[in-house]
């Protein structure tokens, strides 16, 4: 009787006092679920913005504030002190100019005399592939309107010394942007965990690698950094492989700048589905017959076949009407596809499948069919605003750190929901999101 033709079961029905036990219309067979496809890399782009004050503190330190040394004039040799004034920062033509006075001293036999001169550094700032801001291409002119520096420099070349000494100082000068780098790199690296009925799951991204556009010189420093990963999930949560080291910064002609898109995928379980349709029924019962009311609905059952969602529910009850006495014992059994609607899965187009509709025909109970298939969408309902909120807060809250020195802000301007796909044991769920991030040195701000 288990898989008894439902032109059968009709004869038995007619026939009057027939009693069976198991009346189950074939089963839709389980399937491999299609290939986990993980959504495609995207790139997290970080603007990075360091101030004229932030490079011209940085480069004053970098540089002594005094010094001295020896010259031959006239046959023997002069001893030379000099100090400094602070740094003055300007940008042309893609350039970064240094300008700073300096006040030097110059030994003679009967005494000491001050020669002021004039210091220019044009150099162009690069990031390597280390994460060290340096300056490369130094050009360095010293002048002097002084006439006796001019005398100086013709006999014992006093502006050569200090054009080589300068930019010595200024091709080692390196500031260490990797820190700043490296603590975005671990939180991203972060599993973004949410919760999967009483277990828990994983969204994590691997990154695949670091890019850095050109460096624009505009009242600063401004550069776009690219984290590139590679989004997955997992269910359940697995320890993941150790923390690979920052990858080397790959500089590149050109990056997409402004607000990024990155897709994160989440997962969600069938039992946390079936678990809401129970939560809408009577004492774990459905009683969906008006003509047979001891016929009633329990234990829902969803599970993947052919891309289809297939809601399986025990069919149990007597019928005792029209001369029929009969105890139903059985399955039936509803399919659909699943969707997502106002940021809750739903499956909208659920349906009886045929061998059902006809079973329901056969019992005379087809008029509970409507009914039972309006409740199943309703209750089939599953909410992911906590799964919403934990990518929310992986690329904004986790991105927003630093001190008075350096800050990195994380924003998600918009969180869409961009599909869900039906697997084997869980629904896997793709959320886009609309980001902006960005660093600056000093920090600007205070940090939320």
């Given at each position: ?28 067979s ?5 290939p986990?496809?993980d959504?495609?890399?995207s790139?997290i782009?970080?603007?990075v ?17 005094d ?12 001893h030379y ?11 042309a033509?893609?350039r ?21 001169f ?6 162009e700032?690069v ?17 002097s309107?002084?006439?006796r ?5 013709a ?11 300068v ?9 260490d ?10 939180r991203?690296?972060?599993?973004i965990?949410?919760?999967?009925g009483e277990a ?14 050109p ?9 776009d ?5 590679a ?5 359940p949560?697995?320890a993941g492989?150790?923390?690979a080291?920052?990858?080397?910064l ?11 898109s990155?897709v994160?995928p989440?997962?969600?379980s069938?039992a946390?589905?079936?678990r809401?349709?129970?939560?809408t029924?009577?004492?774990g ?10 016929l ?6 969803l ?7 297939v809601l ?12 029929i006495?009969?105890?139903?014992d059985g ?20 349906e009886?499948?045929i ?5 329901l ?8 069919e409507?009914k039972?298939r ?13 799964r ?5 807060a ?13 800050c990195?802000h ?6 869409e929901?961009t599909?869900?796909y ?8 793709y ?7 960005s ?8 940090l939320?």
């Amino acid at each position: 009787m288990r898989h008894l033709p439902a032109v059968a079961l009709v004869s038995v029905l007619l026939c009057g006092c027939a009693r069976f036990g198991a009346v189950y219309p074939p089963r839709p067979s389980e399937s491999p679920a299609p290939p986990i496809a993980d959504p495609p890399p995207s790139r997290i782009v970080v603007h990075v913005s360091v101030t004229d004050a932030a490079l011209r503190a940085t480069l004053d330190d970098a540089i002594p504030k005094d010094g001295d040394g020896d010259f031959a004039i006239l046959g023997s040799l002069r001893h030379y002190t000099w100090t400094r004034q602070p740094l003055t920062v300007r940008f042309a033509q893609g350039r970064l100019v240094l300008g700073v006075h300096v006040d030097a001293h110059v030994s003679l036999p009967v005494r000491s005399i001050a020669l002021p001169f004039d210091l220019e550094v044009a150099a162009e700032p690069v990031v390597n592939r280390d994460y060290a801001l340096k300056l490369q291409s130094i050009d360095v002119k010293v002048s002097s309107s002084d006439r006796r520096m001019a005398v100086a420099n013709a006999v014992g070349g006093v502006f050569d010394k200090f054009e080589k000494q300068v930019a010595l100082q200024l091709e080692s000068f390196v500031k260490d942007l990797r820190p700043l780098v490296s603590e975005a790199y671990s939180r991203v690296l972060r599993p973004i965990t949410f919760p999967v009925g009483e277990a828990s799951g994983c969204a994590r991204v691997k990154v695949l690698g670091v890019e850095a556009g050109p460096t624009v010189v505009a009242d600063g420093l401004e550069k776009d950094l690219a984290i590139i990963v590679a989004p997955s999930v997992t269910l359940p949560c697995s320890a993941g492989e150790p923390e690979a080291p920052l990858p080397p910064l790959e500089n590149v002609t050109t990056l997409p700048s402004g607000p990024f898109s990155v897709v994160v995928p989440v997962a969600a379980s069938y039992a946390e589905l079936t678990r809401a349709m129970t939560a809408t029924f009577t004492d774990g019962k459905l009683f969906f017959s008006t003509d047979y009311p001891g016929l009633f609905l329990e234990k829902p059952e969803l599970y993947e076949s052919q891309g289809f969602l297939v809601l399986a529910l025990h069919l149990s009850g007597p019928v005792h009407a029209a001369g029929i006495d009969t105890d139903l014992d059985g399955e039936i059994f509803f399919s659909g596809h699943v969707s997502v609607t106002d940021d809750q899965v739903t499956i909208p187009d659920l349906e009886p499948t045929i061998e059902t509709k006809n079973l329901l025909l056969s019992i005379k109970a087809a008029t509970g069919e409507a009914k039972i298939r309006d409740q199943a969408r309703a209750a089939l309902r599953l909410d992911l605003s906590d799964r919403l909120k934990q990518v929310r807060a992986a690329l904004a809250d986790d991105l927003t750190f630093g001190s008075k020195d350096a800050c990195f802000h994380g924003d998600v301007d918009k969180l869409e929901v961009t599909g869900a796909y039906a697997h084997g044991s869980y629904l896997r769920v793709y959320v886009s999101a609309v980001g902006r991030a960005s660093a600056t040195m000093p920090c600007a701000s205070p940090l939320r």
